[in-house]
């Protein structure tokens, strides 16, 4: 069998175990479901899995491309993201309220947060749950590459490299490279290896 048809055998298969669990979720609308299914797909080993979870997200966010992959242990918390052709998304990444673009790389253990006011201290000094925050949707451009364990909590602009470890707490300017927390550019005008 010609590796496109085996291709669109594995989507039309994913297709049909994911959309039950994407209706009982309302598509996305339904929050609850929605988190429960999204981390029971997480779950899902090797390349059946990386199948699964796109199928799922498909259906339930605002745009996630076939053509992607998200590895084993990856979720996205919010229905709103959108995701791009051709993204990879490494193995443990929780990923918020996010707009993926074209062709990124992210390599594992990477958290893209819904910005980074989503918790706030009343008078007497106590967080607030999520509730009371205030959730921001993280941009990353197309052509990124995002360094292992990295904590994006601002945009990243297209074709812009961060850096393994690197904590995003303030936007960061296309054809970019930044490194550190928080992450500064020490190189702009061409993406490259750090």
Not at 9 to 36: C, D, K, Q
Not at 106 to 119: E, F, P, Y
């Amino acid at each position: 069998m010609p590796k496109r048809s085996l291709k669109i055998a594995l989507h039309a298969v994913s297709f049909a175990l994911a959309v039950l669990p994407a209706a009982a979720s309302g598509f996305g609308r339904w929050r609850t479901a929605y988190e429960l299914f999204a981390q029971c797909f997480a779950l899902a080993p090797g390349i059946p899995g990386d199948y699964l979870r796109v199928a799922f997200y498909k259906l339930t966010l605002n745009e996630c491309s076939l053509s992607c992959r998200i590895s084993f242990g990856s979720f996205f918390a919010h229905s709103g993201a959108r995701v791009g052709p051709n993204v990879y998304i490494g193995a443990y990444c929780v990923i918020g309220h996010a707009v993926i673009g074209a062709r990124t790389q992210i390599a594992s253990g990477v958290q893209i947060l819904s910005g980074g006011r989503q918790h706030s201290r009343n008078e007497a000094g106590g967080i607030s749950g999520a509730d009371g925050g205030v959730f921001t949707t993280v941009a990353i451009g197309s052509d990124c590459w995002i360094g292992a364990g990295t904590i994006v909590m601002a945009d990243v602009g297209a074709g812009t490299t961060i850096g393994a470890g690197s904590v995003v707490s303030r936007s960061i300017p296309p054809a970019s490279v930044a490194v550190g927390s928080p992450a500064r550019v020490i190189r702009t005008g061409a993406a490259g290896e750090i």
